[in-house]
């Protein structure tokens, strides 16, 4: 399993705006073609740079489960996908930036994927709203000084 997909990158931004920065001129014919594979390696790049960035807070399983990941893998292949073809719209550089945001605090443990925070304490009255439909929760620094 794979915290993204190409079909996954394609539902969440447009795809023919995919397709259009993922074409070449193919030197063999001269025409304009849509490389898949152009796609595949930016999702894998977007892919490693998550996995690089959160393996010492998670495991693979949780990251590949995770909405909140997925999206934040998106939107590092969005940013990787348009450098190709610059200028990059001011849309895909707030994501991106969002996106550098988030892992920054996941990785010192300022914000918590979603199924990790449903675990912690979040007293009689409080629902976890936010990170069920976020995919992150922002913890307070009481509830960072009660981790582990």
Do not use: H
């Not at 152009?38 to 489960?65: D, F, P, R």
């Not at 990790?116 to 995919?135: D, I, K, N, R």
């Amino acid at each position: 399993m794979a915290i993204l997909t190409v079909t996954q990158l394609q539902q969440l931004f447009d795809p023919d705006r995919i397709r259009q920065l993922a074409s070449d001129n193919s030197t063999q014919f001269g025409v304009v073609a849509y490389d898949a594979a152009v796609v595949q390696a930016i999702v894998t790049q977007a892919e490693g740079t998550v996995k690089n960035a959160l393996s010492l807070q998670y495991s693979v399983a949780q990251l590949e489960a995770d909405a909140g990941v997925q999206r934040i893998a998106a939107d590092l292949a969005m940013y990787y996908l348009e450098s190709r073809r610059p200028p990059i719209s001011a849309d895909t550089v707030r994501l991106y930036k969002s996106a550098l945001g988030l892992l920054i605090q996941l990785q010192n443990g300022t914000a918590k994927l979603a199924a990790v925070t449903q675990l912690l304490p979040t007293g009689p009255t409080e629902e976890p709203t936010e990170a069920l439909s976020t995919g992150f929760f922002n913890l307070t620094q009481e509830e960072q000084d009660s981790l582990p």
